[in-house]
């Protein structure tokens, strides 16, 4: 009984099978990579990560089979390796670089070091503590990405960023341990497979928390591609603004919010004037690259919680919640001047008529504010295009 449980907590066996899992592990997310309907950032990063973790794997688990310098250097030198090309894939899925020169010298710094602690003073201990050591930064660092970095809160705390990032600060402690460990207590002889407590905990832990920063890597883009399918859902494919669907349920809320608190909403209707015209003359493609100019535009000028929204061809509708007409009218006059400021030689100049209204507390329901900011729009058209009209508030019933 006592030799099979040692045979069941062989390091090498642990690290054996540990890289057999990676590679299977590695395959799946290749073909995850293959097999998303949406370009993932990033992802085929974790997949070049995760099969050179499958091949340091298999070279850890094959120490005293191979050579010192496949199994050693090279093993250690794939899997730091690895925790750095992991740690890029994550920058480029928040659509950042990383800075690669400090991490790549580092790495070359260990693989020398490791190198020296083979071939000239041999030591085991010294190998691991600057192994570990430098897995451990490697590891906190990129769980720090996860957790604080700005482009991360774009994407909200989805469970592949959640998961991800708990592994990555379990691995951190497993190494930061095994390097302290090394550093306070002579290692003598043993090495990596050596059947002793530290070894079996320690290979177990990393190999597992490896298998699981891949289902991690996994979870994360799976998150994307949902939260991206979700966003085609309900955003204008040209313009990126939001669709008519989208628009009634931000109309919906802001009537729910104006029963509720008695603060009212402001609906602006905004047209590109004569954009028939814009067409004719400069083709279909120039009248598009018009329409987004505008929403880019716009979309800086409004206010973070106003939506945009397109309603149909080259009409808009931005819904601004809790505002009086005051209000909303200041932020539709700035529209009005600086959302049609062409900066690009190949736009033709344009203009655009804004409509505006407020909401009243016996609307029937959402049309009615839009029908009386599109009636103010066709005020603004009549009076001559390129200017403001704001429709009359509708009294309360006492």
């Known amino acids: 009984m006592g030799s099979m449980s040692t045979y069941a907590l062989d390091p ?72 750095i090309v992991w740690l890029a894939g994550t920058h480029r899925h928040f659509g950042v670089r990383l800075r690669w020169l400090p991490w790549l010298a580092a790495w070359a710094a260990m693989v020398a070091a490791v190198t020296w602690f083979v071939y000239g003073d041999a030591s085991f201990r010294a190998r691991s503590v600057i192994v570990a050591a430098l897995c451990s930064a490697i590891s906190a660092y990129h769980a720090l990405v996860l957790l604080r970095y700005p482009q991360a809160e774009r994407f909200g705390r989805s469970l592949g960023i959640t998961l991800t990032s708990s592994w990555l600060t379990i691995l951190a402690a497993v190494y930061a341990i095994r390097a302290v460990h090394a550093a306070l207590f002579p290692q003598g002889d043993s090495g990596l497979l050596t059947q002793d407590t ?47 669907q989208a628009l009634r349920e931000c109309l919906e809320r802001a009537r729910a919010s104006h029963k509720r608190t008695g603060q009212p909403f402001c609906v602006a209707m905004l047209d590109v004037d004569h954009f028939k015209k814009i067409n004719d003359n400069h083709g279909h493609p120039v009248g598009d690259r018009v329409l987004v100019h ?46 049609v400021q062409v900066d690009s030689p190949t736009l033709p100049a344009f203009t655009v008529s804004i409509g505006l209204a407020e909401s009243s507390t016996d609307d029937a329901t959402a049309d009615a504010i839009i029908t009386r900011a599109d009636a103010a729009l066709y005020q603004a058209k009549a009076r001559g295009r390129n200017r403001l009209e704001r429709a009359a508030l509708r009294l309360v019933n006492a």
């Open 12 to 83: 090498r066996t642990t690290v054996l099978i540990g890289s057999i899992t990676s590679g299977l592990m590695a395959l799946v997310l290749w073909l995850l990579a293959r097999a998303t309907p949406l370009p993932v950032p990033g992802l085929r990063t974790w997949v070049a990560g995760a099969w050179l973790v499958f091949v340091a794997l298999v070279l850890l688990g094959l120490r005293d089979w191979i050579t010192p310098l496949a199994s050693v250097t090279l093993g250690n030198s794939a899997l730091v390796l690895a925790y």
């Open 198 to 244: 530290i070894q079996i905990v320690y290979t177990g832990s990393f190999t597992v928390c490896n298998l699981l920063l891949v289902i991690g890597f996994a979870t994360m883009a799976s998150d994307h591609v949902r939260a991206r399918i979700e966003e085609q859902a309900v955003r204008d494919a040209l313009t990126g603004t939001l669709n008519r």
């Open 294 to 339: 505008l929403c880019r535009r716009m979309a800086a000028l409004v206010r973070p919680h106003d939506a945009v929204a397109r309603y149909g061809g080259e009409e808009f509708v931005i819904v601004m919640p809790q505002t009086r007409l005051p209000e909303a009218a200041l932020v539709a006059e700035r529209i009005l001047l600086e959302a």
